[in-house]
C-alpha cells in the first residue's frame, strides 16, 4: 500500500509498504480521510518535543485525524465490525495500569499515540491497524470529510468542557486555527459569549461566521471582563498576556503549546484565584464530539479548507497552499489518490 513518510526533517517519501495485518485484538481500517494537524508539522519540521527526548523517531508514518472502514479484524474482535465507519482514539494505553483503569488512559505512561508516540504507524497511508478496543462507530450521516473532524472536535470539546462555558458568561478564545474555530463553536453551543484573537484576517473573518461576538488581531475589551480565557495558539507569550485578561475567580485554559516553554507569574494566579486547566487529548471528549455533531450543535465542515491526495501532501507541509482551498484552515487528505 501507499504510505507517506517522514525520512529526517523537511524530507518526505511516499513509500510502498506492507498493509498491515490485523494482529488479537486488533481493526485494520481502510483510510477514507485524514486531517493534517499542527502536530504532525512539528514532527515534519523536526521542532516536536518527541523526537528530542525519545519517545519518536525517523522514519515516522504520521497521521492521526482520521475516520475509515474496517476491512479485517484479528482475534477477539467482532467480525461484524467489518465494513462499519468507525473513528479512533489517538491515544492507546495500555488498560492495565492505575491511570487507565480510572479513564485517564490518555495519559499512560506506557500508551502508543497513533502517527505520534512510541513507533505506532499513523494514518497518512491506505491503511491503519489499532485496537479495536479504541474504535468508535460514526452515524450513517456522517461524511468521510466530517468523520475527520471528529477527533479535533473532541479535543476542542474537553477544551470548551474545561471553560464551563454557560449564558452571561464571556469568553476569550486566543487563535483562529482549527481548535480554536471549534471550541468557538461548543462553547457557544453551551451558551456563553465567545470572543476571539487570531494572526490570520482569513480565519478572523471565520471566527465571525461561527459565531463569534468579535474578533480580531488584538484583544477588545469588554465590560465586566473575560470570565475564561483560552489559549489555542503555538505562541509562548500569550500564556502570560491571559494571566492578566481573566478576571480574579476566572478560567484559563490551555491546549496550544510552543517547543519552548511559557513562563507564568504563579504569584498572580493566586493573588487573583485563578483555576488553570491543561488539555492533553481528546480522548474523553470522542463521544461528545460525536453527539455534537450528529444534533447539529455545530458544523465542523466550515474549518476545512481543502482535500487532497496523498502525492500533495508533502507541498502543503513545505506550505504550499492547495490549488483552489477556501477559506477553513484544515486540510485533509484522502489517501485512495496518490
Known amino acids: 500500500m ?83 465507519r468507525f473513528v479512533g482514539d ?20 506506557n500508551r502508543f499515540e497513533v502517527g505520534i508516540r512510541n513507533g505506532w504507524s499513523g494514518a497518512l497511508a491506505e491503511q491503519l491497524a489499532i485496537p479495536a478496543r479504541f474504535l468508535h462507530e460514526i452515524p450513517e450521516s456522517f461524511d468521510d470529510t466530517i468523520g475527520a473532524l471528529v477527533e479535533p472536535g473532541a479535543n476542542a ?8 462555558p454557560a449564558p452571561g458568561k464571556q469568553i ?16 457557544i ?38 470570565d475564561v480565557v483560552i489559549d489555542a495558539t503555538f505562541d509562548r507569550g500569550v500564556p502570560a498576556k491571559l494571566v492578566d485578561l481573566v478576571e480574579p475567580g476566572g478560567r484559563i485554559v490551555l491546549i496550544g503549546v510552543d517547543n519552548n ?16 486547566v491543561g488539555i492533553l487529548s481528546g480522548s474523553p471528549g470522542l463521544p461528545h464530539s460525536i453527539e455534537f455533531i450528529k444534533s447539529g450543535r455545530i458544523n465542523p465542515r466550515i474549518i476545512v479548507g481543502a482535500t487532497v491526495g496523498l502525492n500533495e501532501v508533502g507541498e502543503v507541509f513545505l506550505g504550499k497552499r492547495p490549488t483552489g482551498a477556501g477559506a477553513g484552515p484544515k486540510i485533509l487528505v484522502d489517501p485512495s489518490k496518490f
Open 189 to 226: 453551543a453551551m451558551g456563553a459569549t465567545v470572543h476571539m484573537v487570531g494572526k490570520d484576517p482569513v480565519t478572523i473573518k471565520l471566527a465571525i461566521e461561527v459565531g463569534a461576538a468579535s474578533a480580531g488581531e488584538s484583544v477588545i475589551e469588554i465590560d465586566g471582563g473575560y
Open 2 to 84: 501507499k504510505a507517506f513518510v517522514v525520512t529526517a526533517p523537511k524530507t518526505f517519501e511516499l513509500q510502498d509498504v506492507a498493509p498491515p495485518i490485523a494482529q488479537s485484538g486488533e481493526a485494520i481500517v481502510k483510510v477514507n480521510r485524514v486531517g493534517i494537524c499542527g502536530t504532525d508539522v512539528e514532527f515534519f519540521n523536526g521542532s516536536m518535543p518527541y523526537l528530542h527526548d525519545g519517545q519518536a523517531k525517523y522514519p515516522m508514518r504520521i497521521g492521526h485525524e482520521w475516520t475509515g472502514t474496517v476491512i479485517s479484524v484479528g482475534a477477539g474482535v467482532d467480525a461484524k465490525l467489518i465494513g462499519r
Open 157 to 164: 470539546w474537553r477544551v470548551a468542557d474545561a471553560a464551563q
Open 172 to 187: 476569550l478564545i486566543w487563535g483562529t486555527g482549527t481548535i480554536g474555530l471549534l471550541t468557538a463553536q461548543f462553547c
Open 261 to 276: 516553554s511559557a513562563m507564568i507569574d504563579s504569584r498572580k494566579l493566586v493573588f487573583k484565584d485563578i483555576t488553570m
Open 90 to 109: 489517538v491515544m492507546l494505553g495500555c488498560g492495565e495500569c492505575k491511570r487507565c483503569k480510572t479513564g485517564r488512559q490518555h495519559t499512560c505512561a
